[in-house]
């Protein structure tokens, strides 16, 4: 990589890393560490073909989609994480809707795997579900069926969410 194109990576990443980062945590269900992994596997597979790619956030976050969905294939359902409580934050009363992210996140490290990458791609990336089949290699009607099992499964394990849900679908 001569310097030019390093400098470029070197910005791409300082600017989109919170960004991948954040993509990574909901794949994982809310593992710090497991979301670390997988940005930094992208980030070390888009470095090798940094010159030839056009659109280097849309590749990377495909990487981690491929990447997560590989992981969950091969190890089969890991055992929960668990997680720190989130720390206050100054200025307004947000209880409420810290409330609610933990809850949800506590209820997303309960779906398996491929539940939770299907919920992230359908309705944190807003992928049409023929684009989330194609992402994840499998059909429509695979994708359809895991969103309404796993969308399902959410509101017996987080019956709290059952509004937001519902906006949401």
Do not use: N
């Amino acid at each position: 990589m001569d310097p030019a194109d390093e400098q470029g990576f070197r910005e791409f990443v300082s600017a989109r890393s919170p960004a991948l980062m954040r993509l990574g945590f909901l794949l994982t269900g809310g593992d710090q560490h497991g979301a670390e992994d997988l940005v930094q596997s992208a980030l070390a597979k888009l470095a090798v073909k940094w010159q030839r790619v056009d659109t280097p956030e849309a590749y990377a976050r495909q990487i981690m989609y491929r990447q997560q969905v590989s992981w969950w294939r091969a190890t089969g359902r890991r055992g929960e994480v668990v997680q720190a409580t989130p720390p206050d934050l100054p200025g307004a009363d947000r209880t409420h809707q810290s409330e609610l992210r933990m809850v949800l996140r506590g209820a997303l490290a309960k779906l398996t795997a491929k539940q939770r990458t299907v919920l992230v791609l359908r309705y944190f990336e807003d992928l049409p579900d023929h684009e989330v089949a194609r992402e994840l290699g499998c059909s429509v009607g695979t994708v359809r069926s895991t969103t309404h099992r796993s969308l399902a499964r959410l509101r017996l394990i987080a019956p709290e969410l059952a509004v937001e849900l519902e906006a949401a679908t």
